[in-house]
């Protein structure tokens, strides 16, 4: 609780008589007190005031011989400590004022474990503990160690708080740019700069994959920083791959090619389709919102690069994508952006070719939104150019990753709301999540359409969705549409 302090103009020596009786009258004064002593009717001894008599009745009386019946006034006297006292003579001692009847209050004795007496969590907070909690920003409180009570953290978007007083704010950085380049963690301005996807670790405000040594070759481990790990690397692979994306893989005819990396998404149940708690444009191909089981599978971080599929085509492995407006095959400058002009078969060649398949409807959209029903990627915030290579940022495809990580699934892959559309293996059908096994679904046996997902830079924000569900036939090619591989486990 906190105490108030309230000052008392003295004036020395003094006695403050409030009579509420009459003088008794005759009686003469019967002696002066000793100097510097005055004796009360009690026999308890004040020190200091002269200027008093008391006559032998027990009368007080002033210097001129008026007297006053002790027994009807109410005293209070100055002693020489600067307190006021009641006739017990005891002052407090600390310029306190003692009220008729009640004791003197002891001061506080801290550190006795014992919250009593006039402690408190303002005087005493060894015994009585933080003031915090209790709605009121005390004296030794402010924004930065009682936020409940102060009204929050000290800093904000423009430093400190001034309603609270910018001197007792400690702000540990300029909270303009709390971040100031880290991309996960703790801003130090109760904030914080993001998040990692499931795959990373976040150290010292940047996102990594865990490190080189636990026999593991993760997804950003290579045969160049990681050998241990991942081993050595093929002489055909040496220094080509971009290894923040890509790896070095093996394909079915022997050859040794730069590919795209692969992130593992672990067993488990996730909800798939129109999640009505967050969606308002759903379609009927989308219904009903249900749960999926899958075992654990490996799916491509990135989409498959017209760089990486020139390797498939230079090795005999796969034919020449078609071309038209917008075209990344054997484009300058374009070799890493996603491979688009190519039907379903193709994909399919690419990724047989590269020892892997085609992910499933229910694998990519587990891969897009995680568990939890979201609506795009990166969570239910609305897409804008630094989260989605949509329509309008810039108009073309862009080099896989771009918006990479703000556009991240949770589990660390690029570009599954944008940038190319992406064929799966499933058939189409209008009514399949009606009728679809709850495990490890694998799409209708039979269809005249095969299934694309994803958004593309052509696409409305309102078509990046992740359970939206699109038709291609497979002998058609776009320039919105690509792909990406999966494998299972």
């Known amino acids: 609780m906190k105490r108030s302090t309230v000052r008392f103009l003295v004036l020395y020596p003094v006695v403050l008589l409030v009579a509420i009786g009459c003088p008794s009258g005759g009686s003469s004064v019967g002696y002066r007190p000793p100097v510097d002593d005055i004796q009360l009717v009690d026999g308890v001894h004040d020190a200091v005031l002269t200027d008093l008599r008391f006559d032998a009745g027990g009368d007080i009386g002033s210097l001129d011989g008026t007297l006053v019946d002790y027994d009807h006034i109410e005293t209070t006297v100055l002693d020489d400590a600067d307190a006021l006292d009641n006739v017990d003579g005891h002052g407090d001692g600390d310029g306190g004022q003692d009220t008729v009847g009640v004791p003197d209050v002891e001061p506080p004795t801290c550190g006795d474990d014992k919250c009593d007496g006039t402690e408190s969590c303002d005087n005493c907070p060894q015994d009585c503990g933080d003031c915090c909690g209790n709605q009121v920003c005390e004296d030794l409180e402010t924004c930065d160690t009682c936020p409940d009570d102060c009204g929050g953290s000290c800093c904000g978007q423009d430093g400190c708080q001034v309603e609270f007083g910018e001197d007792q704010c400690t702000c540990p950085i300029d909270c303009g740019d709390p971040c100031n380049g880290k991309e996960c963690g703790d801003d130090g301005c109760a904030g914080s700069c993001g998040t990692c996807s499931t795959v990373d670790e976040c150290q010292e405000g940047i996102c990594i994959y865990p490190p080189c040594g636990d026999g593991l070759c993760d997804a950003y481990e290579n045969c160049l920083n990681c050998a241990g790990d991942c081993g050595s690397c093929p002489t055909e692979c040496e220094p080509g791959c971009d290894w923040a994306v890509e790896e070095c893989t093996q394909t079915i005819t022997g050859h040794w090619v730069c590919a795209a990396k692969m992130v593992e998404v672990p067993e488990g149940n996730f909800w798939m389709g129109c999640n009505e708690t967050v969606e308002y444009e759903c379609y009927s191909n989308e219904y009903p919102y249900h749960e999926v089981y899958l075992d654990a599978y490996y799916i491509d971080r990135t989409e498959v690069t017209a760089e990486a599929y020139a390797a498939c085509v230079s090795a005999g492995g796969c034919s020449s994508p078609g071309s038209g407006n917008c075209s990344t095959y054997q484009v300058g400058g374009m070799e890493d952006h996603p491979v688009n002009y190519v039907n379903w078969s193709q994909a399919e060649a690419f990724c047989l070719w590269a020892g892997k398949r085609l992910p499933t409807e229910a694998e990519w959209e587990k891969a897009a939104r995680g568990t939890d029903g979201r609506r795009y990627p ?37 570009d599954m709301a944008g940038n190319a559309q992406e064929w799966v293996a499933d058939w189409y059908f209008v009514g399949y999540y009606e009728h679809s096994p709850a495990s490890n679904p694998q799409g209708p046996t039979s269809g005249s359409a095969r299934v694309r997902r994803g958004g593309s830079f052509d696409d409305c924000y309102g078509c990046v969705r992740a359970s939206l569900r699109g038709i291609g036939y497979p002998s058609y090619s776009y320039a919105y549409l690509g792909f990406r591989c999966g494998r299972s486990e």
């Open 378 to 414: 990166w969570g239910n915030e609305s897409p804008t150019c630094d989260l989605a290579v949509a329509y309008g940022c810039p108009g073309e495809t862009q080099p896989v990753c771009s918006v990479s990580p703000g556009g991240d699934t949770p589990y660390g892959l690029c």
